[in-house]
């Protein structure tokens, strides 16, 4: 039976064309032109309905990937199993356009990645209720069947069907329903939070770069703590980073003051600044390196120490390997600087290190918020606390007193 969409019509909502990114608007209408439905969906529809400025524009239409490689020119086919087709603009822009999709028969006869249907089989596939409405460019209506509309209104996250069922399908939804609940701040649906529990240790089945990828989209979207916070308060760190997320869920204290400075973070990616991923996968870890370090040997290599820990601690997401080895550098700057202003001995060297600016950033977040606006945090803070240290003159080589200069050949 099929289900029954809600539908408002263009007088019923405030969803406006001219909202609509304008080459996204093209390729509606090019699509509609041919005799094509084509709707926008997903985030760009719940944004515009929030009133904000959605990041990504992404249609959906009955038309086979072929066709719509037809209709433009300068579309291009990507995926191996399921295919998309990604329109691309000026200045890098692309408008990702799908065929609607159905889920898989229980036999297992289809392949869900192979599986074209029609509208409603496409909303029924998708991950939470939220992310399931269309915009018609044909009509200017909002099409929902799944619910959206409601839990929009009531502020809920709510995942299509059954919670249990859908993470077992795919575990990786507990993270999106975080992350949504985080940058929204919506509660979750009582049924949807329950059945996180007894899936999270579940994450870790799926492929490491998934995880991890899942996770990148965070970093630099200004909703970082908040997205941390509600992974700490599930349970779900540990089955993410491992031995690391279990030493950050068993010490609120370090999450306390880390969770501090994610909001720093934030802060400056929403006034227009980006970091890199080693800066902030080296914030989040420096608690756990410092326990590390703290119970290391003195004179040992610190960053074999570090490494070696980290290739043991069970993360699950696939860090990328010079991002991992930035990192571990990071860190390692960062505790001898801590060392550096609890003895007074400024360590010049590392100023000669690659990391040093990172680290010297990521040490001001750390510990002296107060001078995230000068050019090297770490030097000034230093130089507060230790105001009589100098830098040391380099000495001078010079011939022994008396000796007899070389003659000229």
């Not at 409601?150 to 999106?176: N, Y």
């Not at 606390?385 to 000796?403: E, F, L, M, N, W």
């Amino acid at each position: 039976m099929k289900p029954e969409a809600v539908v408002l019509v263009r007088e019923q909502h405030k969803l406006s064309r001219r909202a609509i990114d304008d080459d996204a608007l093209k390729v509606l209408y090019r699509l509609h032109n041919h005799g094509f439905k084509a709707y926008l969906v997903g985030g760009a529809v719940r944004d515009l309905l929030l009133g904000r400025r959605p990041k990504d524009f992404d249609v959906v239409t009955d038309a086979r990937p072929g066709e719509i490689k037809k209709l433009f020119k300068n579309a291009f086919l990507i995926g191996r199993r399921f295919r998309l087709a990604h329109i691309r603009f000026r200045g890098g822009k692309i408008i990702e356009v799908a065929t609607f999709r159905r889920e898989a028969d229980e036999d297992g006869s289809d392949d869900i990645h192979n599986t074209f249907g029609t509208a409603v089989e496409d909303a029924f596939r998708r991950d939470i209720t939220i992310n399931a409405l269309f915009y018609d460019i044909a009509t200017f209506s909002i099409i929902d069947y799944v619910g959206g509309l409601h839990d929009l209104s009531q502020g809920v996250v709510r995942v299509i069907g059954d919670p249990s069922t859908r993470f077992r399908e795919d575990p990786i939804r507990i993270l999106r329903v975080l992350r949504h609940a985080a940058r929204l701040n919506f509660s979750i649906q009582d049924a949807t939070a329950q059945a996180v529990y007894p899936a999270k240790e579940m994450i870790a089945t799926c492929s490491g770069a998934r995880i991890y990828e899942e996770f990148s989209k965070d970093m630099n979207s200004g909703y970082l703590m908040p997205v941390v916070a509600l992974m700490d308060l599930y349970g779900v760190l540990p089955h993410i980073f491992g031995a690391i997320g279990t030493f950050m869920a068993h010490n609120p204290g370090s999450m306390v003051n880390i969770m501090d400075c994610l909001a720093l973070i934030d802060r400056c990616v929403l006034e227009g600044r980006a970091f890199r991923p080693e800066n902030i996968l080296a914030l989040l870890f420096f608690p756990w390196a410092e326990n590390i370090l703290h119970v290391a040997p003195e004179r040992g290599d610190r960053g074999k120490i570090i490494h070696d820990a980290f290739m043991v601690s069970g993360v699950q997401a696939t860090i990328p390997k010079t991002v991992r080895t930035n990192c571990i550098q990071i860190l390692i700057i960062i505790a001898a600087m801590q060392t550096a202003m609890r003895t007074g001995r400024f360590p010049w060297s590392l100023k000669k290190r690659a990391f040093y600016k990172d680290s010297a950033w990521m040490f001001a977040l750390l510990f002296n918020r107060d001078l995230l606006q000068e050019e090297d945090p770490f030097t000034v803070a230093f130089s507060q606390k230790h105001p009589q240290t100098t830098r040391p003159k380099r000495r001078r080589r010079c011939s022994a007193r008396g000796a007899k200069k070389r003659p000229s050949p």
